[in-house]
């Protein structure tokens, strides 16, 4: 639902405030609390989430929450504003949980009681077809139908009253109006023929009519809970307190007391209460619920780790870097609450007609039952087609058809560790045809690794990587912790180096085992007076292929080359076979010279016309412009920093950050893992949800187009129509649904 006014002062500053929604049972009520809420002075804008109970109230400063509270309580609805801490939000939901869980009991109380009642008033019908001429006596079916009506049946006078006090209607106004027609003729007819009012009476059709609404809303309610799962999941991840080491000393306090640069200690099996670096200790976290990664992830001091990730089988210490809404977590949350609250255009269509749509079904009831009348039908005929059109014309299924497959789809979207911002963004990614790739990060893991061991005369593959990975040991850089990593893997015998020197972007050098060893670029070896002999050739091959090369000399004497290069991501092939499959183009720009990047295309599978190399920044927005020019729907798939301004240009962006603040913060949508086979998973489930909104809005309109008219005809008795109308938004809720068992 979306109400905008013209109330608020275009020059002050804005406020954004939630309000948590008691009381709404259909769509009418969600539009009925956006148009009172939106005549308020000073108020922007309105929208109500149906399934998720909330409304997000846009004002200016100088509006009262309390002003909003009481408009929604006089509109019959009850509202409180949102708690801010994580601990407030916490047990705001578990208040609102054991409300509705009070709630479902009641109304599936109401449901049995309801329904063991109105059997009897349907067995005649039920019996007739066997031969069974059995009718309770008229006052019988009254003392039966009584209690269904005004008991079960109450929370439909009272929300039709409430709708009609604040000049609205809703789906309570239909049942309301309708059963009580059907009720109150009936009782006519008991009070003017007595025991001869067989046949003219009407109470199983109200009775049976409350008594499949109220079915209707248990299984509803019950669907519903199911689709708000992956915001409640985040929320309950977070912990309520933290163990702080302070002055010495450890002991538990409040998540609140925890300030950035406090050192927290983690047992094994615990959550993380906040983000922060290990200090101390070493684990493995199991990220799941927040990046979708299913394998636990290594950590030792120095790696970060995220809120509501649960430690493995070590002890660690952290130091906070983030705290209370600053945490991933936090805003992980945020940005699934926002795109479940967000509004489809064709979703704004639906609420402007279901914002005229029970008063028109009102006027069709009253002109169905005039023509009956005219056509020189009796009362009791015209009665039951205007009762009919007033039961099957809920606008519930309208109301949920959007809302219930977007929580769906973006809930089973976050928990693969795929964040969309906003209901536009999610429509766009459907929409894609072209994925631009960036290479380094995304394509590739973004570490260079040893991608070929070349020994010079006289050494072994082994004897070289133990030369090399000794007088790497104390380097910090990237290249020489790779070739490090690569001799422990293969098992070199390492020893210590003396006397270690490294030249700034040439190499390092230093004493191993007496010799004199030197490892950097192959020309600053030759400088140095290193003959390569045959191996120069080789050197130049593994560079123009790509590679980089790292030469090693023990003694001045060329002991052998190290080629390393950026791997490809072990998923990176399937990400774009996925990608071709769903007939998308695919493009990789990088930064990275002809060498490496058509190195990278070859393993990919990409050909040299899907390759653009030594692309700077600005360069990259202009080939994701150029495609956009062309009519293309092109997606940029980066690293959510260096790429924002492609990121921005596209049609829309999708960061691989990994989790970090850019790619949260700024993406349209964010992968919270660096695994590109989540690209054609988020189209995937794009596509997939904007499939089920259409899906649901084509059902929900067929059952009002189908339904009202037979209704009007007399085709329909008040029974089935109630029955339908129940369903209606049921198998909507249903086919919503089937989106949570998605995954990438």
């Not at 409304?55 to 200016?60: F, G, K, L, Q, R």
């Not at 130049?540 to 000399?553: F, K, R, S, W, Y």
């Not at 930064?591 to 030594?614: C, I, Y």
């Not at 009007?712 to 008795?717: I, P, R, V």
């Amino acid at each position: 639902m979306n109400a905008q006014t013209n109330h608020a002062d275009p020059k002050s500053p804005l406020r954004t405030v939630t309000f948590d929604v008691g009381g709404m049972t259909c769509a009418a009520c969600a539009s009925r609390i956006e148009t009172v809420v939106g005549r308020l002075p000073g108020i922007a804008s309105v929208s109500v989430n149906l399934p998720l109970e909330r409304a997000d109230v846009v004002m200016a400063p100088g509006v009262a929450d309390q002003a909003v509270i009481d408009a929604v309580d006089l509109a019959g609805y009850s509202a409180n504003p949102r708690r801010g801490t994580a601990s407030e939000r916490r047990l705001a939901e578990e208040e609102r949980a054991a409300e509705r869980r009070a709630e479902d009991r009641q109304t599936l109380v109401l449901f049995i009681g309801s329904a063991l009642l109105t059997l009897p008033l349907m067995l005649p019908m039920l019996l007739k077809p066997f031969g069974f001429p059995w009718h309770p006596a008229p006052w019988t079916e009254f003392a039966l139908a009584a209690p269904v009506q005004f008991i079960a049946g109450w929370r439909f006078y009272r929300g039709a009253w409430k709708a009609i006090r604040t000049g609205g209607a809703t789906m309570d106004v239909l049942v309301a109006l309708g059963t009580s027609a059907a009720f109150f003729f009936s009782l006519y007819m008991i009070l003017r023929h007595g025991e001869h009012a067989h046949g003219h009476l009407y109470f199983e059709g109200a009775a049976a009519v409350i008594t499949l609404v109220l079915f209707g809303k248990v299984l509803e309610t019950r669907a519903r809970r199911g689709t708000t799962e992956a915001v409640r999941a985040l929320i309950a991840l977070r912990p309520q307190t933290a163990r702080l080491r302070r002055h010495g000393a450890t002991a538990d306090a409040p998540i609140e007391e925890v300030r950035s640069g406090d050192l927290v200690e983690i047992r094994p099996g615990e959550r993380f209460p906040v983000d922060g670096t290990i200090t101390e200790g070493e684990t493995e976290a199991d990220e799941s619920l927040i990046t979708g990664e299913s394998v636990p992830v290594a950590k030792h001091v120095g790696d970060g780790v995220v809120t509501g990730a649960l430690n493995g089988g070590g002890l660690v210490v952290i130091a906070a870097t983030a705290i209370g809404e600053d945490t991933t977590l936090a805003r992980i949350t945020r940005m699934v609450e926002a795109a479940q609250t967000g509004k489809a255009p064709v979703q704004r269509l639906v609420d402007r007609i279901s914002a005229v749509f029970v008063p028109v079904i009102i006027a069709i009831a009253a002109v169905a039952f005039a023509g009956w009348l005219i056509a020189g039908h009796d009362v009791e005929t015209a009665l039951i087609a205007a009762v009919s059109v007033l039961v099957i014309a809920c606008p519930c299924a309208l109301g949920l058809a959007t809302p219930a497959a977007l929580v769906a789809g973006t809930g089973a979207a976050a928990r693969a560790g795929i964040l969309v911002k906003d209901i536009e963004a999610l429509e766009r990614v459907a929409q894609v045809d072209v994925v631009v790739l960036d290479k380094t990060g995304t394509l590739t893991l973004g570490k260079p690794v040893v991608a070929e061991v070349v020994p010079a005369e006289g050494f072994t593959r082994a004897s070289l990587l133990a030369l090399a990975g000794t007088v790497q040991g104390p380097s910090e850089h990237p290249l020489g912790k790779a070739i490090r990593a690569a001799a422990i893997a293969e098992g070199a015998a390492l020893g210590d180096v003396e006397g270690f020197r490294a030249v700034i972007g040439e190499g390092v050098e230093g004493k191993v085992d007496g010799r004199s060893v030197i490892a950097g670029k192959p020309a600053y070896l030759a400088s140095r007076g290193v003959d390569f002999g045959p191996l120069s050739r080789t050197a130049a091959d593994l560079g123009l292929g790509g590679a980089t090369v790292t030469a090693v000399a023990a003694d001045g004497k060329l002991a052998g080359l190290i080629a390393l290069a950026d791997a490809v991501h072990p998923q990176a092939k399937a990400a774009i076979d996925a990608l071709r499959a769903r007939d998308i183009r695919v493009m990789m720009v990088t930064g990275d010279a002809e060498g490496p990047a058509l190195r990278v295309a070859a393993e990919l599978g990409l050909s040299s016309g899907e390759v653009r190399f030594g692309v700077r920044p600005e360069g990259k927005v202009q080939v994701v412009r150029e495609l956009v020019a062309s009519g293309a729907k092109a997606a940029m798939v980066g690293d959510g920093i260096n790429d924002a301004p492609a990121l921005a240009a596209a049609h829309v962006g999708i960061a691989m950050g990994g989790g970090t603040d850019a790619a949260i913060e700024t993406a349209s949508v964010a992968l919270m893992r660096s695994n590109p086979i989540l690209v054609p998973g988020a189209i995937d489930i794009a596509r997939r949800t904007v499939a089920k909104i259409r899906q649901n809005l084509f059902w929900a309109f067929v059952y009002n187009v189908v339904g009202v008219p037979l209704a009007a005809f007399g085709l329909l008795s008040p029974a089935i129509a109630g029955a339908a109308m129940a369903m209606s938004s049921v198998s909507v809720v249903v086919n919503s649904l089937t989106l949570r068992n998605w995954k990438p």
